[in-house]
């Protein structure tokens, strides 16, 4: 595991508050306090962010982190930063999982959520419904970000995160990612809940017919949930 999230996962942070705009952006998110220690949400130290993430990301004041839980035990090696500037704290998403047609930049190209450069992508797995998530056979709850899928399973609903309507697959490849080994699919209704623009980009839409074949490939019954969008 990279050492500077090994250290932010120790003991050491375990009793560390969050930055007060870090915590504020989490409870925007309708994630608990109970949430955020279980699943160790820590706040980086300003020195530590470059190391962690093996860039120094222009701009950013201030980060958190979100780490990755392993169903096998312990943590995955990956995570999510949430970066802050000194001027507006804005809440979009610019990971660079996937293949993206250049004339199309999500959110104009503003990355604010940041993984270590060349990770591939992961699956999010939270800590409240692991269990169910991976070997149950209820409905399974797919959900785009990892802040939402929090907020899902808070709910008691089996679920598991993707990083963007990309992070199902790594790049070159339609087959999901080995982390989804861990979850038993068979016969099983996956309710796919992307961002509220996949009606209006065809990309993401693409994106989540792809997901669904594979998913299917697997044994899965996939069905679409399509989110209000935002006033």
């Keep these: 595991m990279n050492r500077s999230l090994e250290f932010l996962l120790s003991d050491v942070y375990r009793a560390s508050p969050l930055h007060p705009d870090h915590l504020a952006d989490l409870r925007k998110s309708g994630i608990t306090d109970e949430t955020v220690g279980v699943q160790k949400i820590r706040t980086i130290p300003p020195s530590m962010i470059g190391a962690l993430l093996g860039f120094a990301p222009a701009g950013t004041t201030s980060a958190y982190v979100i780490p990755f839980a392993n169903p096998s035990g312990g943590w995955f090696d990956h995570m999510k930063a949430k970066v802050f500037s000194a001027d507006q704290v804005v809440d979009v998403r610019g990971d660079h999982v996937g293949e993206r047609p250049e004339r199309w930049r999500y959110n104009g190209g503003a990355p604010k959520y940041l993984t270590r450069r060349h990770a591939s992508p992961r699956v999010f797995f939270p800590i409240a419904t692991m269990g169910t998530a991976v070997s149950g056979s209820e409905p399974l709850w797919l959900i785009e970000g990892e802040k939402k899928a929090l907020a899902v399973a808070q709910l008691g609903l089996p679920t598991v995160g993707i ?4 992070g199902w697959h790594v790049k070159g ?8 080994d861990l979850i038993r699919f068979a016969g099983r209704i996956v309710e796919l809940v992307p961002d509220s623009d996949v009606a209006t980009n065809a990309s993401i839409e693409r994106a989540m017919r792809q997901l669904a074949d594979a998913l299917r490939a697997v044994g899965a019954l996939p069905r679409l949930v399509r989110l209000p969008e935002a006033a």
């Design 163 to 166: 990083e963007s309507a990309w």
């Design 173 to 180: 490849s339609t087959a999901l990612l080995p982390d989804f």
